[in-house]
């Protein structure tokens, strides 16, 4: 159930090499600008630049301590919903811990099977994954954050 990105972020992690790098919604809306993918579009449209310069556009950001508090506290408006929105119950939380655990899905692929399963609009959100993970131990008595589910 790990996507192409999911195994990609785990083996830069294994490797050590793995660094934050982001222009997500919440930042860019707090900063009340666009993100370079917009930026590109729009240069597209309005027909500026080659194709080939607006390749080389950078399309990352690296984060300011900042950026770090916009995006905990949109986190935790985030977990806040899917803790009151997602009900788990024993058989649900079997399944996800099959996932979790057995298959060794990670929280956005334990979210994308539950968001397909249950027609939610969540889809692979890592945050609904790590809420329903969350829900499914407690309800079987263990941790998430803990062996065998992390």
């Known amino acids: 159930m790990l996507d192409r990105d999911d195994k990609q ?3 830069e992690a294994k490797a050590g090499t793995a660094v934050l790098v982001t222009w997500d919604r919440v930042l860019r809306k707090s900063a009340g600008g666009i993100t370079p993918y917009e930026a590109l579009d729009q240069a597209k ?3 500026k630049g080659t194709p080939e310069a607006q390749a080389e556009v950078s399309r990352l950001r690296q984060l300011a301590p900042g950026d770090l508090t916009v995006l905990l506290e949109a986190g935790n408006k985030a977990v806040a919903h899917f803790r009151q929105q997602i009900e788990v119950n024993r058989s649900i939380a079997n399944m996800i811990r099959q996932l979790r655990v057995e298959e060794d899905c990670s929280w956005r692929a334990v979210a994308r099977f539950t ?4 027609g939610t609009s969540w889809g692979g959100n890592q945050i609904a994954g790590m809420v329903l993970c969350e829900k499914a131990a407690k309800l079987l008595g ?4 803990e ?3 992390n």
């Open 142 to 145: 263990e941790d998430f954050m």
């Open 147 to 149: 062996p065998p589910w």
């Open 45 to 47: 449209l309005s027909g």
């Open 115 to 118: 968001s397909k399963l249950w």
């Open 9 to 11: 972020v785990i083996k």
